[in-house]
């Protein structure tokens, strides 16, 4: 493929044709699965799925209400079984949440299944990306900065293990959304 920004209608329609697996973003908090991943969705023409909205969908509650209600193991749980469900379903890209991948049944799940994507990203650009909604849990925990930093320890040697990693900067949705295509072509 050239480069990204000269991708041609052609082109991306023989990416679409070559990607025979869904397309499954992983990432920390605010590294662009949700807002991303709809558009590389939409980019590929096919269906866009999010883990988190499905998990509230099903439970008629938010994410931080499961989290305040029934607490995380209790949302991990449907997290699991949700991604289950998307995965066997066959969607074209799935959003997950950003512990999703961390499961170790999830994870193998999504690496035997469909191609993982990491997001990474500096984690500057997540807490001010974060900072804007409060609808995340765990960031209400303590000092998000601090929080994403010790995440991104534990984390990322794990988000590492996806066949797929794009290093995502201060950059417009669309070519980042062009970064992810770009390097799956490569992978494939
Ligand atoms: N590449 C980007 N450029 C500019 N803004 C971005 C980019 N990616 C994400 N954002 C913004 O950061 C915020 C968080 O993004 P998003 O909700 O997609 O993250 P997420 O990875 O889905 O997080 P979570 O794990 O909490 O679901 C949104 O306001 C989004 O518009
Ligand atoms: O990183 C995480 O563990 C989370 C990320 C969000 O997508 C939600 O799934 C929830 O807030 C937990
Ligand atoms: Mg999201």
């Not at 679409?16 to 697996?21: E, F, G, L, N, S």
């Not at 990306?129 to 601090?146: C, I, M, S, V, Y």
């Not at 994403?148 to 797929?164: C, D, F, H, M, W």
Request: with cysteine; glycine share 8%; hydrophobic share 40%.
């Amino acid at each position: 493929m050239t480069q990204a920004s000269e991708i041609t209608p052609a082109e991306m329609a023989a990416l679409a044709r070559r990607i025979d697996r869904p397309v499954v973003l992983v990432g920390l908090m605010g590294s662009g699965k949700s807002t991303v991943g709809r558009r590389v969705a939409t980019m590929l023409e096919t269906d866009f799925v999010d883990s988190d909205e499905e998990i509230e969908h099903a439970a008629q509650m938010s994410v931080s209400e499961i989290f305040n209600d029934f607490g995380e193991e209790y949302f991990r749980d449907g997290e699991r079984r949700v991604i289950a469900r998307l995965i066997e379903e066959g969607h074209g890209v799935i959003a997950t949440g950003g512990g999703a991948f961390i499961d170790p049944e999830t994870r193998a799940l999504i690496l035997s299944n469909a191609i993982a994507v990491w997001l990474d990203c500096d984690i500057d650009i997540l807490v001010q990306r974060t900072g804007k909604r409060n609808d995340r849990p765990l960031l209400a925990q303590g000092n998000p900065r601090e929080i994403l930093t010790n995440l991104s320890k534990i984390r990322n040697p794990i988000y590492g293990e996806a066949q797929v990693r794009v290093e995502t900067g201060i950059a417009p949705h669309h070519r980042t959304a062009l970064s992810i295509l770009e390097a799956i072509d490569r992978w494939l």
